[in-house]
C-alpha cells in the first residue's frame, strides 16, 4: 500500500539548516505528485513545496521561497526538503504528501492530496 515516511525534523536555532526527507513506498515516484505542507498550532496546514508529476515542475509558497528546496531521488524513492534560513515562523508540524493527479497545481492545497505521513517536528528557537 501507499506510504510516506517523513524524518529529519528537530531543533534548530534562527538562521540554522534543517534537510527533511520523504521517504516513499506502494508507487513510483514519478507518477506521483509530491507536495510539502505544514501545520503550526492553531493555524491552517499551508503547502509549502510540491514537485508535479506532469512536467516535474516545481512551486513554492512565497513565503519560503529563495530558502527552501524540494528535490527527489528516484532511486531512493525519496523527496528532500532543504531548509536554510529557518525562522521561528517556521516552526511547525511537516508532511508530505503524494497524489496521483492535480486538478491545481498552485497554489498547493491539501484536498488536492490523496497519502499524507504523519509528519515531522521543526522548532526553530534560539
Known amino acids: 500500500q501507499v506510504q510516506l515516511v517523513e524524518s529529519g525534523g528537530g531543533l534548530v536555532q534562527p538562521g540554522g539548516s534543517l534537510r527533511l526527507s520523504c521517504t516513499v513506498s506502494g508507487f513510483t515516484l514519478d507518477d506521483y505528485a509530491i507536495a510539502w505542507f505544514r501545520q503550526a498550532p492553531g493555524k491552517e496546514r499551508e503547502g509549502v513545496s510540491c514537485i508535479s508529476n506532469h512536467d516535474g515542475s516545481i512551486y513554492y509558497a512565497r513565503s519560503v521561497r529563495g530558502r527552501f528546496t524540494i528535490s527527489k531521488d528516484n532511486a531512493k524513492n525519496t523527496v528532500y526538503l532543504q531548509m536554510n534560513g529557518l525562522k521561528p515562523e517556521d516552526t511547525a508540524l511537516y508532511y508530505c504528501?503524494?497524489?496521483?493527479?492535480?486538478?491545481?497545481?498552485?497554489?498547493?492545497?491539501?484536498?488536492?492530496?490523496?497519502?499524507w505521513g504523519l509528519g515531522t517536528q521543526v522548532t526553530v528557537s534560539s
Open positions: 504528501a503524494a497524489s496521483p493527479q492535480l486538478a491545481t497545481v498552485y497554489p498547493i492545497v491539501p484536498h488536492e492530496y490523496d497519502y
